[in-house]
């Protein structure tokens, strides 16, 4: 295909993915005062004496209930843009590589779902207690702005969600021949560099919840090497 061609076919899939992403948003707007509530439940489940969570704008309900269904809709359509990402690539892999459509399409869905369930599980609970002790040190009594803590919470979930696609990453890039187990055997100190860099970024600004992140992502680099393996026994 020529340049523009595949320009052409980049943009038909950016639209459907972007279509499907408007649509599960919409879908997801008709009931986020569900997920508003499964969002909060993290933090007021934690029964914090004096804790509230409070609006300090006009708009700010409005808004956050837009925030709260895009976040929503980009999990919902998950499944759609990797499928339109596989379909893009796809053509530029041999035939009996484009069988594993599916298996992609299934296996990044259920790492994404185990990141953002992993998060949800056991990051918010831990790293909000820890910090919120924080407000207790110091005798202040916390007012969350909710705003705030649902694009926090959000971003929070749908960055695990694709962290944990690093298996499958590992498994394409072997496949393809760009990497293998060994060159990340061999640079396994700066993976886990890394990792430890991402975890300090993605995370609040303490150490549990950078711990939380950073021992999956270690395990998830342990698994990568033996996708990686497994993917390049498959070449040859």
Not at 89 to 99: D, T
Not at 188 to 206: C, K, M, Q
Request: charged share 15%; proline share 5%.
């Amino acid at each position: 295909m020529p340049f523009t061609a595949h320009l052409e076919e980049l943009r038909s899939r950016l639209i459907k993915s972007l279509s499907a992403f408007l649509v599960a948003s919409l879908l997801c707007y008709s009931f986020v005062e569900s997920l508003f509530s499964f969002l909060t439940a993290p933090l007021l489940d934690l029964q914090v004496p004096s804790l509230k969570l409070i609006g300090t704008g006009v708009p700010d309900a409005f808004f956050t209930k837009i925030k709260v269904a895009l976040a929503a809709g980009f999990c919902l359509s998950f499944p759609v843009i990797l499928w339109q990402a596989w379909q893009f690539i796809a053509p530029g892999l041999y035939a009996r590589e484009r069988k594993y459509a599916r298996s992609f399409v299934f296996f990044g869905t259920l790492l994404f779902l185990l990141g953002a369930g992993f998060c949800y599980t056991v990051v918010f609970p831990a790293g909000y207690r820890f910090l919120l002790q924080r407000y207790q040190v110091i005798h202040v009594r916390p007012a969350i702005r909710i705003d705030e803590y649902l694009s926090f919470a959000a971003r929070l979930l749908v960055a695990f969600g694709v962290i944990f696609q690093l298996p499958v990453v590992a498994y394409f890039l072997a496949r393809l021949g760009v990497i293998d187990h060994r060159f990340l055997i061999r640079h396994g100190r700066y993976g886990i560099l890394f990792v430890l860099l991402l975890a300090a970024i993605l995370t609040p600004p303490d150490w549990v919840s950078q711990i939380l992140l950073a021992v999956p992502l270690s395990l998830l680099y342990g698994i990568s090497i033996g996708v990686a393996y497994l993917a390049r026994q498959k070449n040859e």
